[in-house]
């Protein structure tokens, strides 16, 4: 959008002009990156009205990429029944994570750390793509509608009952399993994309602005 396709104040407009030329005429300071728990892009504008307000993509590093969120929908406070136990309810996502083969948990060196035995997640959006292949994070009536009408879901069962003609890839057309021998369900996995949330990774179903729509910053990567 130019800034003359929209009608405000001459001087708000001189104002947003005066901003544009001072970020883009800016030299980048170099910060360590012990300083930097958020960076901010300049992304775009938006002016509503009279007012300007300059519009940012935030992106912000998670230190601990152990355990990670993966959200039923774009909602990050709403929880949801859990079936068969009335009254008990379960948070806005599912956890995963990658276990170390062969963590003996009985004697584990770091008691106190809750991710313990566990390995970092160097791709979240694939971990969590075979979250959503399992069928795990389908809950009906409340995220059936991500799936498309024409999408066939594969009957209930173990992988090994279902014949898949191709691999099954995620979004950046990478294999949920380098084992070629580990089968998968074939359910449907909407487009993810990484945000940071409290501090982990929240791989979240929605096109790479739902972090921003959800006011949380993007994973930096």
């Known amino acids: 959008m ?27 300071k170099r910060v360590p990156w012990w300083r930097k728990p ?4 300049f992304a775009g504008l938006a002016l509503a009205g009279s007012t300007a307000a300059g ?55 770091t008691p106190d750390d809750p991710n313990a035995g566990m390995m970092p997640v160097n791709d979240p959006i694939n971990q969590c793509s075979r979250v959503w ?3 795990f994070m389908m809950m009906k009536g409340i995220n059936d ?15 090994a009952e279902r014949t898949l003609t191709e691999p099954v890839r995620d979004q950046n057309g990478n294999l ?22 409290d501090n982990a990774v929240a791989v979240i179903p929605g096109p790479t602005e739902v972090c921003a729509q959800l006011g949380v910053p993007r994973l930096e990567k």
């Open 145 to 159: 509608n991500l799936v498309p009408d024409d999408f066939v879901s594969p009957p209930p069962g173990v992988p």
């Open 176 to 197: 949920l399993y380098a084992d070629p021998n580990i089968r998968t369900f074939g359910n449907y996995i909407p487009f993810l994309t990484e945000c940071v949330v």
């Open 38 to 41: 958020t960076v901010m892009t």
């Open 55 to 109: 519009v940012y993509v935030a992106l912000a590093p998670v230190d601990d990429k152990r355990d990670i969120r993966c959200y039923y929908q774009a909602d990050l406070t709403t929880t949801y029944p859990v079936e068969n136990s009335p009254g008990e309810t379960k948070p806005p996502y599912i956890t995963t994570g990658i276990m170390e083969v062969g963590f003996d948990a009985k004697n584990n060196p």
């Open 2 to 28: 130019n800034l003359s396709d929209v009608q405000y104040p001459h001087d708000t407009k001189q104002a947003v002009r005066a901003l544009l030329i001072h970020e883009a005429r800016r030299e980048p």
């Open 133 to 135: 292949d399992s069928g």
